[in-house]
């Protein structure tokens, strides 16, 4: 007859082979590297001193990219990022009514909707005050 341990190893093995390649690696999003520099933001980039309820353009480049982006904002110099602008055109720049709270370590970061993994963040802080 036939060996049960045999059979269950066989299917054991077999389990493994089935497994689509890459299931390790899902929640993994490395923003750190790949993709960084294909979007460059203009503004605001560090520095800046914008002004809550003042109207500022958030402006970037993104060379041979298309579709849309979205635009994110931190207030902790880059650790949690809120989004501000669900999706705009990644053309270039859009408007944005600035909101509080107030903050010395701002920063932008725009994001390619279809590969999130190409994005850029503004190179240093900026302040937003009241």
Same mark, same amino acid.
């Given at each position: 007859?036939?060996?049960?341990?045999?059979?269950?190893?066989?299917?054991?093995?077999?389990?493994?082979?089935?497994?689509?390649?890459?299931?390790?690696?899902?929640?993994?999003?490395?923003?750190?590297?790949?993709?960084?520099?294909?979007?460059?933001?203009?503004?605001?980039?560090?520095?800046?001193?914008?002004?809550?309820?003042?109207?500022?353009?958030?402006?970037?480049?993104?060379?041979?990219?298309? !579709?849309?982006? =979205?635009? *994110?904002?931190?207030?902790?110099?880059? +650790?949690?990022?809120?989004?501000? %602008?669900? $999706?705009?055109?990644?053309? !270039?720049?859009? =408007?944005? *009514?600035?909101?509080?709270?107030?903050? +010395?370590?701002?920063?932008?970061? %725009?994001? $390619?909707?279809?590969?999130?993994?190409?994005?850029?963040?503004?190179?240093?802080?900026?302040?937003?005050?009241?």
């Amino acid at each position: 007859g036939v060996n049960p341990l045999i059979g269950l190893a066989g299917l054991g093995m077999f389990g493994m082979m089935m497994r689509p390649p890459g299931m390790g690696n899902m929640g993994n999003r490395n923003r750190q590297t790949q993709g960084l520099g294909k979007i460059k933001i203009v503004a605001a980039n560090g520095g800046e001193n914008w002004k809550i309820g003042s109207t500022q353009t958030i402006s970037w480049t993104a060379n041979g990219l298309s !579709g849309d982006a =979205t635009i *994110e904002l931190a207030r902790d110099g880059g +650790k949690i990022w809120d989004t501000i %602008v669900d $999706s705009t055109p990644i053309t !270039g720049s859009k =408007t944005w *009514e600035v909101s509080g709270p107030i903050t +010395k370590n701002a920063r932008i970061r %725009v994001a $390619s909707v279809s590969n999130n993994n190409i994005y850029g963040v503004s190179a240093s802080d900026f302040t937003i005050s009241d």
